[in-house]
């Protein structure tokens, strides 16, 4: 019988341990570094007004929402996400669905805040004019992609994860490890204490 669910595992486990992390001039980071660097932006903006907004399409609005509301009542972080169905529908009539998220981070985003910008193909262009429009208006840009490294979206993150996979189920699933390792490492999670639920706000 095919090992096949072994085969499975493993081959998500090197995806995900093989994850590349770089810079916005493209200067590669250890994967530690760029965390701590996240780290240090979320701390800057815990006591003041701004937040973190996620943005995704399908696999990767479920990781965004997933995320936001993690980010918020475990981490302590204000963070939301735009999946609402009368606002896509809405802005996607009335300016073209490239322009979802874009008008929403517009209409919404604060000079401060971070976009946490998710995409499997680094190419949506929805995607991509969100994280334009975050950049003009001061906002610290995030991104998580795969499939080929030299996608658009890898080029516009002050930190840059890539998941040098094709296959989305190794990529949303590295995606949403990455998050949680963000929130949960800022939270405490330590190797020592590794089967326990962290429970302080992000510090």
């Not at 770089?22 to 003041?48: K, P």
């Not at 936001?68 to 802005?91: E, H, Q, Y």
């Not at 490492?185 to 089967?195: E, I, Q, V």
Request: with cysteine; proline share 2%.
């Amino acid at each position: 019988m095919a090992a096949r669910y072994d085969d499975y595992i493993e081959t998500l486990s090197s995806a995900i341990r093989a994850v590349e992390a770089t810079s916005s001039d493209g200067t590669g980071l250890t994967v530690d570094a760029a965390i701590e660097q996240i780290h240090r932006i979320l701390r800057g903006i815990l006591n003041g007004p701004n937040k973190v907004m996620f943005v995704g399409n399908g696999g990767s609005a479920g990781i965004a929402g997933h995320m936001a509301i993690d980010f918020a009542k475990n981490g302590g972080v204000r963070a939301i996400t735009f999946n609402d169905a009368s606002s896509l529908t809405c802005l996607g009539n009335d300016l073209g669905y490239d322009q979802v998220f874009a008008k929403q981070v517009e209409m919404q985003g604060l000079g401060g805040d971070v976009l946490i910008a998710i995409s499997s193909s680094g190419e949506s262009k929805n995607i991509l004019c969100a994280a334009e429009m975050a950049a003009t208006k001061g906002c610290a840009v995030i991104t998580l992609t795969g499939f080929s490294p030299g996608n658009a979206l890898r080029r516009l993150g002050a930190v840059n994860f890539y998941v040098n996979s094709g296959v989305y189920g190794f990529v949303e699933t590295a995606h949403q490890t990455i998050l949680h390792a963000i929130l949960d490492t800022g939270m405490g999670w330590s190797k020592a204490t590794a089967n326990v639920q962290p429970s302080r706000p992000l510090v």
